[in-house]
Antibody, heavy 121, light 113 residues
Framework: EVQLLESGGGLVQPGGSLRLSCAAS????????MSWVRQAPGKGLEWVSS????????YYTDSVKGRFTISRDNSKNTIYLQMNSLRADDTALYYC??????????????WGQGTLVTVSS | DIVMTQSPDSLAVSLGERATVNCKSS????????????LAWYQQKPGQPPKLLIY???IRESGVPDRFSGSGSGTDFTLTISNLQAEDVAVYYC?????????FGGGTKVEIK
């Protein structure tokens, strides 16, 4: 059974930092692109970042480039999202998402329950 | 970036009737080399993460009821829910994966009339 368990969310002041984690199980983690997608309260879905298997190539939405860093540790079946210089508009539920297949990328067949990040003074 | 525009924002349909959700991309998401449209549909119920319904614009994910169907090509796509059931009340999102960057539509809320 596929499981994705996010952690690390919380309340942080503007300009602060947080590190999110997503622990995965139930599939061959090292073969899959993994992604972060966020959802601001009462709003729609916004893709944040993805990381490929193998080379670990990373992609980001423009609004987080230079502030967020995605990484993965295949030995721990975990991805991370280091978030720096946080802003109020980063407030959202952050989901970890798994690609549907190792070869057909960037659409997601399994999502975690999310971890809430609140940026406020 | 490819902008995804959904319509309508919300719709109310009677039980057993058909619901139609539209999604338009600002540029084609059809890839000629493999003849595929890089378009997925998700369903999100309150308090739950999204669930994949359709990928490659028209392929139903395993376990998804056959009353859900996807159609369209290029820039215009449709999600159809035939014979609407009470459990289909949700917000529906389209997503293009021609990228990255990946983009979602704004969502369409489907309710019971």
């Amino acid at each position: 059974e596929v499981q994705l368990l996010e952690s690390g969310g919380g309340l942080v002041q503007p300009g602060g930092s947080l590190r999110l984690s997503c622990a995965a199980s139930g599939f061959t983690f090292s073969s899959y692109v993994m992604s972060w997608v966020r959802q601001a309260p009462g709003k729609g879905l916004e893709w944040v970042s993805s990381i490929t298997p193998g080379t670990g190539t990373t992609y980001y939405t423009d609004s987080v480039k230079g502030r967020f860093t995605i990484s993965r540790d295949n030995s721990k079946n975990t991805i991370y999202l280091q978030m720096n210089s946080l802003r109020a508009d980063d407030t959202a539920l952050y989901y970890c998402a798994k690609d549907r297949s190792a070869t057909d990328r960037y659409h997601f067949d399994f999502w975690g329950q999310g971890t809430l990040v609140t940026v406020s003074s | 970036d490819i902008v995804m525009t959904q319509s309508p924002d919300s719709l109310a349909v009677s039980l057993g009737e058909r619901a139609t959700v539209n999604c338009k991309s600002s540029q084609s998401v059809f890839y000629r080399s493999n003849n595929k449209n890089y378009l997925a549909w998700y369903q999100q119920k309150p308090g739950q993460p999204p669930k994949l319904l359709i990928y490659w614009a028209s392929i139903r994910e395993s376990g998804v009821p056959d009353r859900f169907s996807g159609s369209g090509s290029g820039t215009d796509f449709t999600l159809t829910i035939s014979n609407l059931q009470a459990e289909d009340v949700a917000v529906y999102y389209c997503q293009q994966y021609y990228g990255p960057p990946l983009t979602f539509g704004g969502g369409t809320k489907v309710e019971i009339k």
